[in-house]
T-cell receptor, first 110, second 113 residues
Framework: SQQGEEDPQALSIQEGENATMNCSYK?????LQWYRQNSGRGLVHLIL?????REKHSGRLRVTLDTSKKSSSLLITASRAADTASYFC??????????FGGGTRLMVKP | DTAVSQTPKYLVTQMGNDKSIKCEQN?????MYWYKQDSKKFLKIMFS???????INETVPNRFSPKSPDKAHLNLHINSLELGDSAVYFC????????????FGPGTRLTVT
């Protein structure tokens, strides 16, 4: 199985700035999902992008997918202190498993 | 109403003991999962059950035994606990195997002393 690898491992920004997190994976996928995990909590699904999509928006979130480079990015615009969390990408492949990396720990300073 | 619930939230026990973690989902989903998150936050799938049948069993010691009495429940029993079993265990569910998003429970922090 493959897992997504997030980059950077940690990111610290000021409130109001944009945060960009990247994800790379190794094999072909059906879709790629992004999740958020607040400290001490379970993961929460943010957005799913299919392999035939290049960009998707949801509120302040923008996800891109480049299947030729096997990479995805998550952009959070106008960040807020409440966005402080770990963010995980999860490539889904035909093996029917969702696999996670170690996440990007985002700190948004007020 | 909680969609995916786990009990207990915290579990502290000694090496060699046997313990169970319970999971219930009220979403009507067909598929349930157990994940282990280590201290470095890596989340690894352990088991997947679809309609009470085991679908995925990753490389997990046979001391770990999942049990699904019905579609809404997936419990995890661990025998002869070891220090390395200390982690946060998450239960999750999805509408069907490999379809769409997964809904996670709040996690069970297991500490083995």
């Amino acid at each position: 199985s493959q897992q997504g690898e997030e980059d950077p491992q940690a990111l610290s920004i000021q409130e109001g700035e944009n945060a960009t997190m990247n994800c790379s994976y190794k094999t072909s996928i059906n879709n790629l999902q992004w999740y958020r995990q607040n400290s001490g909590r379970g993961l929460v699904h943010l957005i799913l992008i299919r392999s035939n999509e290049r960009e998707k928006h949801s509120g302040r979130l923008r996800v891109t997918l480049d299947t030729s480079k096997k990479s995805s990015s998550l952009l959070i615009t106008a960040s807020r202190a409440a966005d402080t969390a770990s963010y995980f990408c999860a490539p889904y492949n035909a093996g029917n498993m969702l696999t996670f990396g170690g996440g990007t720990r985002l700190m948004v300073k007020p | 109403d909680t969609a995916v619930s786990q009990t207990p939230k915290y579990l502290v026990t000694q090496m060699g003991n046997d313990k169970s973690i319970k999971c219930e989902q009220n979403l009507g989903h067909d598929t349930m999962y157990w994940y282990k998150q280590d201290s470095k936050k890596f989340l690894k799938i352990m088991f997947s059950y679809n309609n009470k049948e085991l679908i995925i069993n990753e490389t997990v010691p046979n001391r770990f035994s999942p049990k699904s009495p019905d579609k809404a429940h997936l419990n995890l029993h661990i025998n002869s606990l070891e220090l390395g079993d200390s982690a946060v265990y998450f239960c999750a569910s999805s509408r069907r195997q490999g379809i769409g998003e997964q809904y996670f429970g709040p996690g069970t922090r297991l500490t083995v002393t």
